[in-house]
């Protein structure tokens, strides 16, 4: 059974509809990341299951049961905020054990608890330090340890990481990372950053204006977007779009944009049969573009080098191909300079065709 | 350099703007009938019969016996003054904070609900004076406690509701919503939560509050007829034939000073915080 369910979730605001039609089921021990631009809905969706917010219309189980009508207190959810909300005027301890408290947990009882809860976090040594003088990473500690001192069904994360400078982001992604698989509960984890939906969930819903435009694995959202949107939000550096026409010469089919024209015979059939549309974009990731020196691929494409960015082992090479510019990842070839010609091919199975008026992916 | 000359000239002037009425009154409070006119602030002969007649009304001042309307002593206006300010105050806080946590927190009433409360300060209190004395004889309130305990809390009910929105509007939601999620009920989030946050400006309001009703004096003159007299209004009866007992007007005003100032002396700590609005964070 799957430990939250989410269905058709709507919820206007005044005239604001900020959730349109929102459903989705979140497993046992599974990290689910809602990610989307901010104004999307994805902090109103974590708001309502939370119970800090009343949709308008649509339902909320945990564990089976409709908990519509549940206010937040007896939800048994555990929620990080995205500044944490650490009690300024009690110490981390205190913190940990509030819900302890209200429950009314025996001393020893809270004690154990709040120690164990402490040092899963690894926060143990700094239990007297009141929660006004905590800095960013032990408050994060602190709110997670506080959220899941009470064993919660469901643990949501809002944004737990966007008020952190970079290099620090990383770290406490890392962290945040180890943590999630040591406590193992069900988690939805609302964010902006793709990247961190990348490495911090097993599936995620990407939403866009109120309503989940896709919803998969990290690979299956990364390899097979199902709009432009999100082949544009997804991947960094962000894929290739280049808007092209589908042109049919002889038996072959051919996308052409300006003095840019790639050989698409392969995909022809099932162009034909999902969309009439003659104005279609193309996308490609820049790993997905291999280049080489000399052309060693018949279908190779002549392309001048216009800027490279070494970026650790990789190097992303901004191309100048028939008039279009384009990304390529690929490893750092010395012997290259701004200028350089090279030859670039493109990986056909990977490849994406988007409709240009509904945006949808076609292959 | 300049800069500090400058903080230090305009500290000395509010300080002497404020100081000088006070010093005089103590210097007044000293002196005797023949010297009540006289520009000297230390007094030639100082007596303390001022402060003798405000428990003694009958009590010759410097020598000259002054026949008032006044036959009793002040601890009745005194006692009045403390039930009257602080449970009007008490009143006030009280149902001003839940007010001011529903506007702040559910926007109870909409814009319009919290701006409504503010037209009852944007008349003279004066314009309320004849409908109120209508309405509270009609419903025997005239010369009572709780005439004048509601009509306390009533006035100050809207500096209440605004001061303590402010210090509400301070305290981020997301404290209350997590302790709402660890299971508190949303009482014990006022309580554990919310309050505690903000006991400074609490404190801050009641302080102001307790000031506005300790020294109110047209509605407590216009209300008490005998039984219900507050410290403002005895001061103002101290007239006798020859004309008004200043010497004992300030000796009495010193004397009623002394509440205020030992409230705010006690929570003093809070009012650097209530005063600074907030800054918890």
Redesign the interface.
């Given at each position: 059974m799957p430990k939250l369910v989410v269905k058709n979730l709507r919820k206007v605001f005044g005239t604001f509809e900020a959730v349109k039609d929102v459903s989705f089921q979140v497993e046992e021990q599974e990290t689910l990341c809602l990610l989307g631009p901010s104004g999307c809905g994805k902090t109103t969706t974590l708001r309502i299951i939370a119970g800090l917010e009343v949709p308008t219309s649509g339902e909320v189980s945990l564990d089976g049961v409709l908990v519509n009508d549940v206010p937040p207190q007896k939800r048994q959810i555990g929620l990080v905020f995205q500044d944490y909300a650490i009690f300024p005027h009690l110490s981390v301890f205190e913190n940990i054990a509030y819900g302890l408290r209200v429950r009314k947990m025996s001393e020893t009882q809270l004690r154990t608890k709040v120690h164990d809860t402490a040092s899963l976090v690894g926060v143990e040594n700094i239990l007297d330090v009141p929660g006004k003088r905590l800095g960013l990473s032990e408050m994060q500690r602190v709110a997670i340890g506080r959220s899941i001192a009470l064993d919660p069904k469901l643990l949501l994360l809002d944004e737990p990481l966007s008020n952190i400078d970079a290099k620090a982001r990383e770290r406490m992604r890392a962290e945040l990372g180890k943590l999630q698989k040591e406590i193992g509960i069900a988690t939805v984890y609302v964010t902006h950053d793709q990247l961190e939906a990348m490495t911090l969930a097993d599936r995620i819903a990407v939403m866009r204006n109120g309503l989940i435009e896709q919803i998969g694995t990290t690979s299956e959202i990364y390899d097979s977007a199902r709009t432009l949107f999100i082949a544009n939000f997804i991947g960094s550096p962000s894929m290739n779009l280049i808007d092209c026409e589908l042109v049919y010469n002889e038996e072959r089919a051919i996308l052409k944009s300006g003095d840019f024209a790639l050989d698409v015979t392969e995909f022809a059939d099932t162009v034909k049969g999902r969309s009439k549309e003659k104005e279609l974009v193309l996308g490609i990731r820049p790993e997905n573009i291999s280049l080489d020196i000399e052309k060693t691929d018949p279908k190779a494409i002549e392309a001048e080098v216009q800027l490279m960015e070494p970026v650790g082992a990789k190097s992303i090479y901004h191309l100048k191909i028939g008039g279009l510019t384009a990304l390529a990842k690929g490893h750092p070839m010395p012997e290259v300079n701004v200028g350089s010609k090279l030859w670039a091919t493109f990986n056909k199975d990977k490849l994406h065709l988007f409709d240009k008026k509904t945006e949808e992916a076609i292959v | 350099m300049t800069k500090t000359i400058v903080r230090y000239l305009l500290l000395i002037v509010v300080s002497i703007w404020t100081l000088a009425p006070v010093t005089w009154m103590v210097s007044l409070s000293f002196k005797g009938p023949t010297e009540w006119y006289a520009p000297n602030l230390i007094p030639k002969q100082p007596i303390v019969d001022n402060y003798i007649s405000l428990f003694i009304p009958t009590n010759p001042i410097g020598g000259s016996f002054f026949f008032t309307s006044i036959t009793e002593p002040i601890t009745k206006p005194l006692i009045n003054s403390l039930i009257a300010a602080g449970l009007g105050t008490l009143f006030a806080v009280l149902v001003g904070f839940l007010a001011a946590y529903g506007v702040s927190r559910y926007r109870a009433g909409g814009t319009f609900v919290i701006f409504f409360t503010l037209l009852t300060r944007m008349l003279p209190g004066a314009t309320f004076v004849a409908p109120l004395m209508v309405f509270y004889s009609s419903i025997h309130f005239i010369d009572t406690y709780p005439g004048l305990i509601m009509l306390y809390t009533a006035v100050t009910l809207t500096y209440a509701i605004w001061l303590m929105k402010g210090f509400l509007d301070e305290i981020?939601p997301?404290?209350e919503?997590?302790?709402?999620?660890?299971?508190?009920?949303?009482w014990?989030v006022l309580r554990k939560?919310t309050i505690?946050?903000t006991k400074g400006g609490l404190a801050a309001s009641a302080l102001f509050i307790f000031i506005l009703n300790w020294s109110e004096f047209l509605f407590a003159l216009v209300i008490s007829v005998t039984q219900v007299t507050t410290l403002p209004v005895q001061i103002s009866k101290y007239v006798s034939a020859v004309g008004r007992m200043y010497g004992t007007e300030a000796s009495l005003g010193l004397v009623a000073t002394i509440p205020s100032v030992t409230l705010g002396y006690l929570i003093q700590k809070h009012l650097v915080t209530g005063f600074t609005f907030g800054r918890?964070?």
């Open positions: - | 981020p997301e404290w919503e997590a302790a709402l999620l660890e299971g508190a009920s949303p014990t939560i505690p946050l918890i964070r």
